[in-house]
Structures are given as C-alpha cells and as structure tokens.
C-alpha cells in the first residue's frame, strides 16, 4: 500500500516512522528540512504520569506514548547510530498550596495502579536535593513553595532531533520524502467516486496513492477545506526562553514545572523556558507575539529558581500550537465522506508526547 503523508513535524515525522516499516510511504512538506512549524517551537517535556487527572481518554493517551517513548528511543538510536538528547531524569512539578500537595496522595495511589511511580516531597526534603529551588515561590502572589511531586517517569526530549532522527530511520526503511513541496489538492478516482483519493497534488507533480494521512499541523486545515470537509484548528502561540547560568548545576537534573512554567535543563548550564499560551482576541485570527506576556515568563522562571536571575539570554523565539476549534485535542480520526483520508493534527500542547501514540492509532485506522 503506498501512503502519502502530508506534513513533516513531529506528528508526521512519527507517522511515517511507524509505517515505512510496513508500507510504501511517501512524505511532502511545504518547508525545506531545516525549517519546523510548531515541533520547533517546541521545548520536547513529555508530561503524562504528573498531570493532575485521574482518568479519561486524554490521560490514556499520554500515559501509553509516554511508554512507547521508552522502546522508541533506543530504536531509533540503534537504526540512526545517534545519541538522542532524551531526559530521563524526570519532571519536578513544585507546589505552593498545601492542599493541593496533599490531593497528589490521591493521584499518587491512581497512577501506581496505572503503573506508574509518583514520589510526594515535602519542603524539606525538596531543598534537601534541590537547594537552588530554596526561594521557589509564586510570582504574583509571592506564596512558597511547600513541597513538590516528583515523577521519575516522565521524560523530555528535543523535538528537532527527534523529528530528524525519525525522518532518517524512514528513510533507512524506504519511506521517500519531499520538502519545499506544498500539496495543494488531490484527485479522486473517478466523477462517480469522488470519496476515493487516488492523487495528492503539489503545483507540479501528480502523485499517485493508496491513502492520505493529514499531519500537516495548522496547515491541516485549509486541506480539509479542498475537500469541503474543513476541519477547524486555529494557533494558539507560544513563546519561550533559552538561559545560560552563570554557575553550572549539579545533577539530579529533572525538568522543574509550576506557576505555569517549565524550566527545561539541556545541559548543566544552559535551560529553556517556556511557554506562554497566547490566543487571538478573534478566533481565528492571527497571533502577535506580546513581549509583556515574555517578560512575566521570565520573572515567573526567576521567582521559581533564583539562580536565573543573572543568567544570559542567548534566544527567545516563539510558535504556533495547532488547536482544534471546541473539540478535545487532538484530532486522529478519517475524514468524514472519505474512505481513505486519515486527519493527524490539532494536537495542541502535547504533540510531541502524543507523536508515537497518534502513529499507532493511525495504522489502526488505516487496517480498520
Ligand atoms: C512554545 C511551544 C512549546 C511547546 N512545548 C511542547 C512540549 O513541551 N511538549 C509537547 O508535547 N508539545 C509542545 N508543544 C506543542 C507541539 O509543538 C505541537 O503540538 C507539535 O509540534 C505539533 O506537531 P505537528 O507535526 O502536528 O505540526 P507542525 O510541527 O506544525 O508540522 C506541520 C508541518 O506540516 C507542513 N505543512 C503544512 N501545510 C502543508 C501542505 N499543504 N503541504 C505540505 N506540508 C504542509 C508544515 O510545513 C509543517 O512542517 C509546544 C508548542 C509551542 C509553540
């Protein structure tokens, strides 16, 4: 079967990963290969054993790509022969309110039946191993922190490498990919079977498939409007920080989450810090960076860990989420009328945590 797969970010990257190994794949992406729409915006924290819920088809969904991470990355390591930048070392998620850390106990007992190890840490033995959090407090409301959750299953990864690391293993198994290449319509079989896709279509070239996977983020939605089936997915932005300390920290280095804030360590000196979540005054309308929005992130990273304080700046930058419009993310599902087009996208703040498990229910959908 040859599958075409519009998008190449993570979500697609993945997708075509899993079905090279099976199928004749075939990716376009309207960018070059060294130019990423929200998997390059993205800081990689994998967060599903510390979310607060404690069911539902959004938490099983987290907690089972979370699981396929652990396989998928020494996989790719081996068939890529790379070192992936993968943090193991779990994310630290501070709290500020007594209740709230004492409802963790209750989280804590649901995720070791879902297999899952939480630890609950009150302040002292917080500043026991992590004495550069001793200041921790809210920015606004200056309250400090009481304790925190630990899970040391949690994980973060860099999405651009992950993303090139799955582009390459689909290469090594076959799956051709094309980039500065938009695909801009399609052809079905025939005027009396207009629900079965034979052609994806760029301005120059015809190419023939089997089926349609839509992994192309915010760029999904214009697609479904080609086929008069427009699914809504809107941006939501996101702007983020990359600091270098001016002292090195010593390990345990897990990614450090609260006030809306996640500090993500990438070596021992430098971090980024992210993100803002900044919507439209319209639906749909375009979103502009605001830089007070920036600048309260960065005060909430510094009232968190104080030793920001006088770190440098090396970049700030900024992305768009694709989110889809009054439904749950994300979005993994056929194309209503269609027999052979799958929608991968709207995966909002999760896309890459989500990345393996959508490549998995979209091989279901395709063998359904
Ligand atoms: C600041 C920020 C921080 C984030 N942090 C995290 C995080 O910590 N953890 C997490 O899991 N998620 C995070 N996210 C969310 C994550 O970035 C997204 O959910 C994810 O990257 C979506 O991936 P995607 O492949 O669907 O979309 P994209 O990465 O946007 O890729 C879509 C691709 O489709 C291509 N395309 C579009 N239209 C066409 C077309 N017509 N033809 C061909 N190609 C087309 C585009 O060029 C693009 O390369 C963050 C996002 C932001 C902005």
């Known amino acids: 079967m040859r599958i075409g797969i519009i998008g190449c970010g993570v979500v697609g990257a993945a997708i075509a990963f899993d079905l090279s190994q099976t199928h004749q794949v075939i990716v376009w992406d309207a960018q070059s290969q060294h130019q990423w729409q929200a998997t390059g915006a993205a800081l990689g924290v994998l967060m599903a ?13 987290r907690l089972e790509s979370l699981q396929l991470y652990e396989t998928l990355i020494p996989e790719l390591e081996a068939i890529t022969v790379l070192s992936l930048p993968y943090n193991r070392q779990g994310i630290l998620r501070l709290c500020f309110d007594g209740d709230e850390l004492n409802r963790w106990h209750k989280t804590q007992q649901v995720r070791a039946q879902q297999g899952f190890h939480l630890e609950i840490l009150e302040r002292e033995q917080l500043l026991h191993t992590y004495s550069h959090l ?6 606004e409301s200056k309250e400090s922190v009481v304790g925190a959750v630990y899970s040391p299953q949690d994980r ?30 399609f052809k079905p079989s025939s005027e009396n079977d207009p629900q079965f896709l034979t052609h994806a279509c760029s301005s ?52 450090v989450n609260g006030d809306q804030v996640h500090i993500v360590p990438i070596n021992a000196s430098e971090v980024w810090v992210g ?28 009232a ?9 700046i090396l970049k700030t930058w900024s992305g768009l989420r694709p989110r889809p ?8 599902e ?8 799958v929608v991968a996208s709207g995966h909002y703040r999760n896309g890459v945590l989500l990345a393996p498990i959508t490549a998995q229910k979209v091989r279901q959908l395709l063998s359904n």
């Open 49 to 61: 054993a510390i979310t607060p819920k404690l069911k539902g088809k959004h938490l099983k969904l």
């Open 134 to 139: 001793s200041t921790a407090h809210l920015w």
């Open 156 to 185: 973060q990864i860099d999405p651009v490498a992950l993303s090139t690391a799955l582009i390459t293993a689909a290469q090594k198994k076959g799956a051709e990919f094309y980039f500065n290449t938009p695909i801009t319509g």
């Open 204 to 255: 120059t070239e015809s190419y023939p498939v089997d089926w349609i996977i839509l992994a192309a983020g915010l760029g999904s939605m214009p697609l479904t409007t080609t086929l008069k089936q427009t699914v809504p997915i809107y941006p939501v932005l996101g702007q983020a920080l990359h600091l270098r300390r001016q002292t090195p920290l010593l390990e345990p280095m897990p990614v």
């Open 275 to 302: 993100a803002t979540v900044e919507f439209p005054t319209e639906v749909g309308e375009a979103v502009e960076a605001d830089p007070n929005q920036l600048t309260n992130l960065h005060q909430r990273a510094i």
């Open 304 to 312: 968190l860990d104080a030793s920001l304080a006088n770190a440098n």
């Open 325 to 332: 419009h009054e439904r749950p993310a994300p979005i993994i």
């Open 334 to 341: 056929r194309l209503p009328d269609y027999r052979n087009v």
